[in-house]
């Protein structure tokens, strides 16, 4: 069973970063496909990142394009988020998420692909 805790969320003016970490246990996270979710209040969940077990391909919603950056450290089974140039409407609960597979260079940007979930770590954008 895939443990996953995120971390690193907090409450941020706009227009300055933040790095979320999501660290795994109780598998071997390199053969794991992970991805990043968040849910707004009233809101359902969306996509946000993604990146294939090798880290060599990654996806990103629209809406963070060019702002937020999905990277991996396999030996350390965690997995980031580097936020840039946040945003009010980045205010969200985010969560991590794991997939396994066997294929290095999938990447999964649907909920319902991933098998296991984080707890989240919320993450505030004042304006």
């Known amino acids: 069973q895939m443990q996953l805790v995120e971390s690193g969320g907090g409450l941020v003016q706009a227009g300055n970063s933040l790095r979320l970490s999501c660290t795994a246990s109780?598998?071997?996270?390199?053969?794991?496909?992970m991805g990043w979710f968040r849910q707004a209040l009233g809101k359902q969940r969306e996509f946000v990142a993604a990146?294939?077990?090798?880290?060599?391909?990654?996806n990103y919603a629209d809406s963070v394009k060019g702002r937020f950056t999905i990277s991996r450290d396999n030996p350390k089974s965690t997995v980031y988020l580097q936020m840039n140039s946040l945003k009010p409407e980045d205010t969200a609960k985010y969560y991590c998420?794991?997939?396994?597979?066997?294929?290095?260079?999938?990447?999964?940007?649907?909920?319902?692909?991933?098998?296991?979930w984080g707890q989240g770590t919320q993450v505030t954008v004042s304006s």
């Open positions: 998420a794991g997939d396994l597979t066997w294929d290095g260079e999938v990447y999964r940007e649907a909920a319902d692909e991933y098998d296991y």
């Open positions: 109780g598998i071997n996270f390199s053969v794991y496909a």
């Open positions: 990146t294939s077990s090798t880290g060599r391909t990654t």
